[in-house]
């Protein structure tokens, strides 16, 4: 099957600095990536839908100015979260998808501690 | 109401034991639905996709009913490696080709 990798795996930093997670689909052209984010005990939300070349298209509810999303080629997306809070600690998982997959295809997800 | 509901588990259940899991969705424009398995701050790993005809694999079945807007997975002759947390996942979109919506998903624990 497709292999979608992330990194970092895990990171702390502290409030108000900026971190970038990285998304990659290492084996195939993905035409759309999604972020997902998870907070302990609750289901996967939906951040974003991120298609290569275009502008990112965002959740209701989740701020595209904190959250930069970019996906500039069919194998990589990358996650901004800007001025992070503590409340931003979180489990962020990516996923792609392409024409030749039926299924999403998950990252291992990124952990996010903010101080 | 959440678009995506589950039991709220957990489910302590013994080795060769079986379990069913139930999960219904509010949206009837649902398409396509799935369970999927996540284990303990890893991803979520597509487990088996659910037809309204029913499916199986292995020890695995899944049922839908479109009518109820309710979905189903039973587990039988439950293994030590079953323990993980099964999210049940609903798509607007044919396949898995767009947008999931998960459940919080139900937490299983097989003892020995």
């Known amino acids: 099957g497709a292999v979608v990798s992330q990194h970092p795996s895990w990171v702390i930093c502290k409030s108000g600095t900026s971190v970038k997670i990285e998304c990659r689909s290492l084996?195939?052209?993905?035409?759309?990536m999604f972020w997902y984010r998870q907070f302990p005990k609750q289901s996967l939300m939906l951040m974003a839908t991120s298609n290569e070349g275009s502008k990112a298209t965002y959740e209701q509810g989740v701020e595209k100015d904190k959250f930069l999303i970019n996906h500039a080629s069919l194998t990589l997306s990358t996650l901004t979260v800007t001025s992070a809070h503590p409340e931003d600690s979180s489990f962020y998982i990516c996923s792609a998808i392409s024409r030749d997959y039926y299924e999403q295809y998950f990252g291992p997800g990124t952990r996010l501690t903010v101080t | 109401r959440k678009e995506v509901e589950q039991d709220p588990g957990p489910f302590n259940v013994p080795e060769g034991a079986t379990v069913a899991f139930n999960c219904t969705y509010s949206n009837s424009a649902s398409q396509s639905f799935f369970w999927y398995r996540q284990d303990c701050r890893k991803e979520p790993k597509l487990l088996m996709s659910v037809y309204s005809s029913g499916n199986e694999d292995g020890r695995f079945t899944a049922q839908l009913n479109r009518a109820s807007q309710y979905i189903s997975l039973l587990i039988r002759d439950s293994k030590l490696s079953d323990s993980a947390t099964y999210l049940c996942v609903v798509s607007y979109y044919g396949g898995s080709q767009g947008n999931l919506i998960f459940g919080k998903g139900t937490k299983l624990s097989v003892k020995p």
């Open positions: 084996d195939f052209q993905a035409t759309t």
